[in-house]
């Protein structure tokens, strides 16, 4: 469990500990205003944040020289009794503060402080809790079901990867596709600590071009390109705790790169179109015969990238109808579907309220800004400091994704 700072709020608490708040302009996300002198924390708010985080925010205290927060699962207990989740004394008000890596369904009670001259002053105690599973849903090889409030901060989960592509994860773990040692590795997002879950290097050990990835909560779906029984493509199913893998569709398929679920069918595409395969039977159903290079579900449709476009795909007839941005068209401009344009993207997540599009110019793998595409309005925004060219996943508070650019890293986007 960690906290994440906002850098906006840095800059705004460092400029009132310095005794500038005569200054024009007004606070952040409950930094207080400016001009406003504060003796005492008055207000702490604790908000869900998805099935593992909450998210605290205070007003600033005036000449303050640190902040700590505690927490614990019981109600009115003493800041000796409690977790002190900030380590060290926070020498800024830097909030709103985000604690991750909590437990979905748990009701956490927070007490924030404030020293001046070398005392420690206690605010009322508050509390928030986070999301059940039940509210969130597997989907898509992501957890969606709660709408991302991000702040644009990256930081690095892991690297040393030698050609990562595809990401997805069941809600604790990230599993990714190493093409460069030919493997399924599985990363705990906490630690960062990499472990190869299926293959060592050689086609012979049933991976030979591992490409997308997917799970329904229960096993994962993988992609080898170069697999199945005339080497052509095929699926393998695999438990995500043991590694055990049993091929899901051995043929059918001819290159296929992409994957995903809805928890009932999976749908893949491969150079002739997308195939739907029934998880229970493996039955197959041709869904279009258009390739495409990535995809992902909400559930109600399909979203898959062509060209420079998003496109929308019927999960029943196939339909396909234009989304966001032109296909033959490549840009950076923000707008509503066809009016917004977008630059090679690459791969797609959803958290159930919006698409994550990652992109890339062609060179090296060099990224370009993340856009997010509203998925009831097809409004594209940009996700200005955030650089993507590779898979994206979401946990259901954070964006993960991974990039290929110098040595192969995965991110994490809160």
């Known amino acids: 469990m960690k906290l994440i700072k ?23 996300n409950g930094g207080g ?75 956490y009670y927070y007490k924030v402080t404030w020293i001046t001259n070398n005392t420690e002053n ?27 409030t991000l702040t644009n901060k990256v930081s690095l989960v892991a690297s040393g990867y030698s050609n990562p592509s595809h990401i997805t994860t069941d809600g604790t773990t990230v599993y990714l596709t190493d093409q460069g040692t030919r493997s399924v590795l599985k990363v705990d997002p906490v630690t960062g600590i990499s472990t190869v879950l299926l293959g060592n ?13 997917t799970t329904d909560g229960t096993s994962l779906y993988v992609v080898d390109q170069n697999g199945g029984t005339l080497g052509q493509g095929g699926i393998y199913k695999i438990d995500p705790t043991t590694g055990t893998s049993t091929t899901f569709v051995g043929s059918g398929l001819y290159l296929p790169t992409v994957i995903t679920t809805d928890g009932v069918n999976i749908y893949v595409g491969d150079f002739y179109g997308i195939k739907k395969y029934d998880i229970a039977t493996a039955t197959q159903v041709t869904l279009t015969t258009t390739s495409v290079t990535d995809m992902t579900t909400d559930g109600n449709y399909l979203y898959t990238i062509k060209g420079h476009a998003i496109q929308r795909v019927d999960m029943v007839s196939g339909a396909i109808s ?20 977008l630059s090679n993207p690459q791969y797609l997540a959803s958290d159930g ?10 060179v090296g793998f060099s990224s370009l800004p993340m856009r997010k595409i509203d998925i009831a309005t097809a409004t594209v925004t940009t996700i200005s400091s955030v650089t993507s060219a590779l898979g994206v996943t979401t946990d259901g508070t954070r964006i993960f994704n991974v990039n290929n650019a110098g040595s192969g890293v995965l991110n994490k986007l809160e």
């Open 6 to 28: 906002n850098g906006a709020g840095v800059l705004l608490c460092m400029a009132l500990l310095q005794g500038c708040g005569s200054g024009a302009g007004s606070g952040g």
């Open 33 to 107: 205003n400016a001009g406003t002198s504060n003796s005492s924390i008055k207000s702490v708010t604790a908000t869900q944040n998805g099935s593992s985080g909450i998210t605290l925010n205070w007003d600033a205290v005036t000449g303050a020289t640190g902040y700590n927060i505690y927490r614990a699962t019981t109600a009115n207990q003493a800041l000796a009794a409690m977790t002190k989740v900030t380590g060290s004394s926070i020498t800024n008000n830097s909030v709103p503060y985000y604690d991750t890596g909590l437990t979905p369904a748990t009701t």
């Open 122 to 148: 206690t605010a009322p105690e508050t509390s928030a809790t986070t999301a059940t599973r039940s509210t969130l849903k597997q989907m898509g090889g992501s957890i969606q079901g709660n709408p991302l």
């Open 201 to 213: 290097g050689t086609c012979a050990a049933a991976l030979c071009n591992p490409r997308g990835i």
């Open 322 to 341: 234009l989304f966001a941005g032109t296909v033959n068209t490549s840009g950076q401009k923000d707008g509503v579907g066809g009016l917004a344009t």
């Open 353 to 362: 309220s919006s698409l994550y599009v990652s992109q890339w110019i062609g």
